[in-house]
C-alpha cells in the first residue's frame, strides 16, 4: 500500500511539473509582438494623405469633401490610430522640436504666413527629404490639398519649425 501511494505521488508530481513547463512556453510566446517602426508608420501616413490632393480647402475640413492644412495632419494621423491635437496651435507644441538638416517622411512643419508674423498658422508633413530638398503635403487655402517644396521662395521665408511625432 505504502509503494502504491508512493508511486501515485510520483506520478502526480512529475505530471503538475510538465504541464507548467509547457504553460510557461505558451506564455513566452504569446508576450513576443512585432513592433512596428516608425519608417512604416510614416510611410503609411504620408501615402494616406496623398489620398486627398486636390481636395479643396475647406476651413474647419477633414474629409474629401473639403480638408484645412490642421485637419490633413489629424485625419493622416489618425488612419495609424495615432492621436494628435486638431488645430495648427497644438500640434506646433506637440512632439519633439528637430532641425530642419535631420527632418524625415513622417515630420510636420511648420509655418507663418501672415503677414509681419512669425506664429504659426499652417502646417504640413514632410513626404520626401534629401539633402537640401524637402517636399511636404499640406492644404493650401487657394489650391487645397498640394504637395509643395521647401525650396520655394514663399515657403523657405514663411518657415518657423519642424517637429517629429512618430
Known amino acids: 500500500m505504502k509503494q502504491f501511494i508512493f508511486i501515485l505521488l510520483l506520478i502526480v508530481s512529475f505530471s503538475s511539473c510538465k504541464s507548467s513547463k509547457s504553460k510557461t512556453k505558451k506564455e513566452k ?17 504620408v501615402d494616406y494623405a496623398k489620398k486627398f490632393e486636390g481636395v479643396r480647402y475647406k476651413y474647419g475640413g477633414t474629409t474629401k469633401r473639403g480638408m484645412d492644412c490642421s485637419g490633413l495632419i489629424y485625419t493622416a494621423f489618425k488612419s495609424e490610430a ?30 507663418a504666413t501672415r503677414k509681419n508674423s512669425r506664429k504659426v498658422n499652417h502646417v504640413g508633413i514632410v513626404t520626401a527629404s534629401q539633402l537640401g530638398h524637402v517636399e511636404f503635403i499640406h492644404a493650401s487655402t487657394s489650391k487645397g490639398v498640394i504637395t509643395s517644396n521647401l525650396a520655394e521662395r514663399y515657403w523657405y521665408f514663411a518657415f518657423v519649425q519642424a517637429r517629429r511625432v512618430l
Open 29 to 45: 510566446v504569446a508576450v513576443k509582438k512585432v513592433e512596428t517602426k516608425p519608417l512604416f508608420k510614416a510611410n503609411d501616413i
Open 82 to 111: 495615432i492621436a494628435l491635437p486638431r488645430t495648427t496651435k497644438d500640434l506646433a507644441i506637440t512632439g519633439n522640436w528637430i532641425d530642419l538638416k535631420e527632418v524625415k517622411k513622417g515630420d510636420l512643419l511648420f509655418f
